[in-house]
Each structure stands twice: as C-alpha cells, then as structure tokens.
C-alpha cells in the first residue's frame, strides 16, 4: 500500500468519524426540540382549559412527535395555536410554528376531563334503594356522563334505583326515582300565606325538580307537583 493510498483512507476515516459525530449532536438536539414542543403544547392547552372548565380536572397527553420531523432552534420561542371551537373535542390538533421563519407543525394532544361522582360501589337491583353502603364518590370521565350526575351521595339517600346497574356505574337521572309512581306521598302548598298539606299517589316517576302528575287522595283531583324529597311535592300556586 502507498504512503498516498494509506493517507487518503485515514483521511476517509476522519470524515466519516465527524460526520457521525456530528449527525449525533444534530440528533441529540433535535430530540431537544421534540420534548420541548410536546412540553410546551401540554402547558399551552392546560392554560387554555384552565378556566373552560369549572369543577373538573383536566389532563392532557401530547402524542409523541415523530422524530423523523425537524424541529429547528427557536430562538425568539415557538408560537402555539388551535381553534377555539376544538378545545372542547376529546382530540386536540396545536399548531406550532417558529416566528423568525415559515416552518410549522401540527402536534396532536388527548384531553381527558374528570369530575367527582357518585357511582354504584356494587351490582344493584331495580327497586333498591340508596343508601351511603352502596354509593361512592369518583373521578369519572365527563363525555361518559349522558344524563344529570350527582356529586355528593347524601342527596341520593333514599331513591330507589329502576335499572340493574353494575358496579362503579355513575348514577344519573334516567337510571332512578326519587318518587315512584304509586308511592303515598305528601303534597304541600302555599296559600294566602299558609302551607296547606295533604296526602296523595304518584302517578308518575320523577327526581328532584321533576314536575310530576299526583292524585290528591281527598279529593281525587289530579293536580302537577314539584318532587322536593323522596316523600313531598309542592304545588306552586
């Protein structure tokens, strides 16, 4: 081998040497670049959602960004954007782009919103009625919710349940009565600054602020009546 040939591979060598080291620096900080996004794009959403949301808990994921993307230095610092109308979808898309050029992407963030409430704490049968033993209290994810929810378990002492539902279900609405139709219950009213009370028979399912009809049993009169407990209603006179 000559002197000349030898020299030219060493020299091969080298080069490729720093080109490898230098895509690896080029990586590293490219994937600098990905977890800053994917960071700032969380904390973006979260200020956004902040106050959108009263009495939940929000969490976001960012999906991880494909590495395969450049994501350039940023000197003046990336500029995140998303439509308004978007922030209440369970699937979020962010748009970061840099100021100093007309490089963008797209970075894609699951919303996960949370409230407290009361779920079953086992399997219960139609016609059982709630009590503190069969009910408490979760985090339960909003878009599960299709009907009126309860947070707190004492207002639901004492309705009955008119499904089989099954454990860690949340309890809403259309699934109980707080009377039942055929339930003896108590009719009140107000008149000429006098509560008057009687008694009468459900003749419909209803929940607190339902307004249900009820037979007045003195009189056999069918009257409209708000549930206010499990055992009143009141005529708003």
């Not at 607190?208 to 055992?231: F, P, Y």
Request: net charge positive.
């Amino acid at each position: 081998m000559t002197r000349s040939t030898h020299n030219l591979r060493a020299s091969m060598l080298i080069g490729l040497i720093a080109a490898v080291i230098s895509f690896g620096a080029f990586a590293q900080k490219d994937s600098s670049n990905h977890a800053l996004v994917q960071r700032e794009v969380k904390n973006y959403l979260l200020e956004l959602l902040a106050d959108k949301q009263p009495g939940q808990n929000v969490s976001i994921e960012v999906n991880p960004i494909d590495e395969r993307i450049h994501i350039p230095a940023c000197t003046p610092g990336f500029a995140y954007h998303t439509d308004s109308g978007a922030l209440a979808q369970s699937y979020v898309s962010v748009r970061v782009s840099c100021n100093n050029n007309e490089w963008y992407l797209f970075a894609n963030a699951r919303v996960t919103r949370t409230r407290p409430v009361v779920i079953t704490a086992g399997m219960i049968s139609p016609g059982t009625m709630l009590t503190s033993e069969n009910l408490r209290v979760s985090q339960v994810e909003v878009n599960r919710l299709r009907h009126t929810a309860y947070h707190d378990i004492n207002t639901l002492v004492g309705a009955r349940m008119k499904l089989r539902v099954r454990q860690g279900q949340p309890v809403q609405a259309n699934m109980l009565c707080f009377i039942c139709k055929g339930d003896r219950v108590t009719i009140k009213a107000q008149l000429s600054g006098m509560q008057i009370k009687t008694a009468g028979i459900a003749q419909q399912d209803g929940v607190i602020g339902d307004t249900i009809s009820v037979l007045n049993a003195s009189s056999r009169k069918t009257v409209v009546a708000e549930v206010v407990s499990t055992q009143d209603v009141v005529v708003r006179l």
